[in-house]
């Protein structure tokens, strides 16, 4: 028990990618011509200094020129800056406006993830997934609103609220699935679809081996977290998790060795036990390669070094020449 809560505490406390996306406007290259008129209030809502004023100004926009020809980049710009509002009351006002505001079926896909977003820092959790699962059955390849869902139940998993947990796991693996069939959402260009394969991808295996964890799932759990180790190899936290979840495997499997009979199964259960530790072996020294520096996984680290140089002199011989060469071997990967 004590093992589980450790791992447990490790997750919650120094979790640090819990995965956030929101797109950026694709630069517009080729301006589209606009009416003297409809420029000036385009010209308005740029100088609009915060996002209030930005949605004031964009109702006079689609009021007078609702068939705008920059109708998209407007609610996109719309979205992601009322992303930013740090008040929660605020931020849940602009985004209803908003959608009020933008209500083409076109629209949707934008306006609906900042409104779970808003809906889920209101502290309106329910709403907020009740609304990302009404969209989602109508727009089943949504990525937008299947990330924003993981991240508010990740969130939440931290905040050691699982009631969101099950529906999470759903959503991220929906979500990289797409991903993996390559199905690129039409309002994605070229460089927020690389973006998100390259950081979000392995962002969400990171949410799914938290998911994971709270569930009591560590297969499941350390499958994700190597996942996201392939897809971020710099990132330290995916082989701290690995290692703990390791750990823990060897763990029980060494408890069980203890409660058996003298005999040829018992000499087999010992071999498997002593591969699995060599296996926990490396994969402490990654972490502790790759975490050194890191202020939130310091405490984590020290531990770590305790747990290794316990394990290595185990394995050979009461003695720890050799094992700053293996923390050293994994030190050249890329740092994040």
């Not at 079926?105 to 820092?121: C, F, R």
């Not at 990289?176 to 994605?188: E, G, S």
């Amino acid at each position: 028990m004590k093992r589980k809560a450790f791992i447990l505490a490790i997750a919650l406390v120094a979790f640090i990618n819990v995965v956030t996306f929101a797109q950026t406007p694709t630069p517009n290259t080729q301006q589209p011509k606009l009416a003297p008129g409809e420029g000036k209030l385009v010209d308005k809502i740029t100088a609009a200094p915060d996002p209030a004023g930005k949605l004031a100004a964009a109702g006079e926009l689609i009021k007078k020129y609702p068939k705008t020809t920059i109708r998209g980049q407007v609610v996109l710009e719309l979205a992601n800056r009322i992303r930013e509002v740090k008040d929660p009351a605020q931020k849940l006002t602009l985004a209803q406006q908003l959608q009020t505001m933008f209500n083409d079926p076109a629209d949707e896909p934008t306006v609906m993830p900042v409104v779970i977003d808003a809906l889920a820092d209101a502290n309106q959790l329910d709403q907020a997934f009740a609304k990302g699962s009404d969209f989602l059955a109508r727009n089943p390849e949504s990525i937008e609103v299947l990330v924003e869902l993981v991240s508010i139940g990740a969130e939440q998993a931290k905040k050691q609220n699982t009631k969101f947990v099950d529906q999470s796991i759903r959503y991220g693996t929906q979500a990289i699935a797409l991903a993996d069939a390559n199905k690129k959402p039409a309002d994605f260009d070229d460089a927020t679809w690389e973006r998100f394969k390259t950081t979000t991808v392995p962002s969400l295996h990171q949410s799914l081996g938290l998911l994971y964890m709270v569930k009591g799932s560590n297969s499941e759990a350390k499958a994700n977290y190597v996942k996201a180790s392939q897809a971020a190899p710099s990132d330290p936290f995916n082989f701290v998790m690995i290692a703990a979840l390791m750990n823990d495997e060897y763990q029980a499997q060494a408890k069980a060795y203890q409660t058996m009979a003298a005999g040829t199964p018992k000499e087999a259960q010992l071999k498997k036990v002593e591969a699995l530790l060599d296996t926990v072996i490396d994969a402490y020294a990654h972490a502790i390669a790759l975490s050194e520096g890191s202020a939130p996984l310091a405490q984590v680290r020290q531990q770590y070094l305790e747990d290794l140089e316990k394990y290595y002199k185990y394995r050979h011989n009461n003695s720890s020449t050799g094992m700053q060469q293996l923390i050293d071997k994994y030190k050249t990967a890329p740092k994040p």
